[in-house]
């Protein structure tokens, strides 16, 4: 089956700047990926490639098969959703209005739901608007579009918890109900956690993590308790950070713990916690984790 | 962290979900016979993506502890409390008894002590003697 995003040996220079660096990588359909990593790593430069709002300067990117630039058919099915849109002189009404006429499955249900539930007043100037309610519009027309390619980046500045709430609990059920490729790019890693079937981290234009997340979750551990305790314990392990304050030690262990482990975790009376996906992520761009491998690009 | 009704980071998402239904099974909280949550159902409930869910209900579909029905969704397969209480008693030892038996040693708790104390709490739990 054809990937719903393919992207092979990508680059993007910006007067010498690397901004994207030889990323390849594929997305299936069906899917919601996380695309995680530190400001500046590149994230927005990548989703703007694939919305075929941007060149790439070496490289090749294929939406459900095809090139996306200046490509009607490929655009209609493929929803941008960014930080701080910026929205014509319209007044909210109109904006959805004008997003109903050009997505071919665009549902005037959904979005009169999420309108109300954004509180959004449909007669204010998009530029009257608050940061957050711009932000809540845009969610609006990023999930009633229900886009084969669903591109969110950062779409939640100024929006507080509960309207963030409301953003994953209508794009779990409306993703439910019509699957489609959605790729969310986000720091709130953790509040997102559950959504994400996959996750690339991405730092310094390149792809360092591109995982399932039930293959990261319980990847690492962190372990704690008597240093000494702590040391016969991690052993022979790979270990990402150790922390120590008096006879007291916690270290990060790399690698899933099975059953015999725990016990012998327990017998020694030390604290086992697994390593959140936002930790684990943290570790990825700025660990010195495996410390053999060195990184090139300083 | 967002809230997962209960789900935490320890393990895959998709086996905790497998977990939780099967409590539910062994509890007789669901029947044999019983219609099990849909995918969806259990997406939005734990606020987990739909895949998730479905990969913890083939888990057990696997393990034949639900039947699919063409059409109207998943059941509780018939003698499936039976044999998942089975296969629960043969782990109850490693999982329960040996770190109990263990911190009772730690602690200079003797097998008598220890025997008295479980009748004690199971007596307070309104438990039955064999």
Wanted: hydrophobic share 45%; aromatic share 6%; charged share 25%.
């Amino acid at each position: 089956m054809t990937p719903a995003i393919s992207v092979a040996g990508l680059s993007r220079r910006y007067r010498g700047q690397l901004a994207l660096d030889n990323v390849s990588f594929d997305i299936g359909s069906g899917s919601i990926t996380g695309l995680l990593g530190r400001n500046g790593a590149g994230k927005t430069t990548l989703l703007r490639i694939i919305a075929g709002h941007e060149f790439a300067s070496a490289g090749s990117v294929r939406v459900l098969g095809a090139r996306p630039v200046e490509n009607d058919h490929v655009l209609r099915q493929m929803v941008f959703v960014r930080e701080d849109q910026a929205y014509p002189d319209f007044r909210v009404g109109k904006a959805v209005q004008a997003a109903s006429w050009f997505y071919p499955n665009w549902s005037h249900e959904r979005a009169g739901a999420l309108l109300e539930e954004f509180r959004l007043p449909l007669n204010r100037k998009i530029k009257k608007l608050s940061r957050g309610m711009r932000s809540a519009l845009g969610i609006v027309i990023g999930l009633a579009a229900r886009a084969e390619i669903t591109l969110f980046d950062e779409p939640y500045a100024g929006l507080d918890p509960v309207a963030r709430q409301i953003f994953y609990d209508w794009l779990l059920a409306d993703y439910a109900e019509h699957p489609r490729t959605v790729l969310l790019s986000t720091h709130l890693i953790d509040e997102a956690a559950g959504l994400l079937e996959r996750v690339m981290v991405i730092d310094r234009g390149q792809i360092v993590l591109n995982s399932g997340t039930d293959e990261l979750r319980g990847g690492a551990t962190s372990v704690s308790g008597p240093a000494i305790a702590v040391a016969e314990f991690t052993s022979g392990r790979p270990v990402w950070n150790r922390r120590r304050v008096a006879a007291q030690e916690s270290a990060v262990v790399a690698g899933a713990l099975d059953e015999a482990d725990r016990a012998r975790a327990a017998a020694l009376h030390l604290h086992l916690e697994p390593l959140t996906l936002q930790q684990l992520v943290v570790h990825a761009v700025g660990s010195p984790e495996p410390p053999a491998r060195e990184r090139t690009s300083a | 962290m967002r809230e997962m009704a209960g789900l935490d980071e320890g393990a895959p998402l998709f086996v905790q979900v497998a977990e939780r239904l099967a409590d539910e099974i062994a509890d007789g909280t669901l029947p044999e016979g019983e219609r099990v949550p849909s995918t969806n159902e259990l997406a939005a409930y734990y606020r987990i993506n739909p895949a998730t869910a479905a990969k913890g209900i083939a888990m057990l579909t696997d393990d034949t502890l639900l039947e699919k029905r063409r059409g109207i969704g998943m059941f509780v397969a018939a003698g499936a409390r039976t044999r998942l209480l089975a296969e629960r008693r043969k782990r109850f030892a490693e999982r329960y008894v040996q770190p109990l038996v263990a911190e009772a040693g730690r602690l200079g708790i003797d097998a008598d002590e220890l025997v008295t104390l479980i009748r004690e709490s199971s007596h307070g739990q309104g438990g039955t003697r064999p």
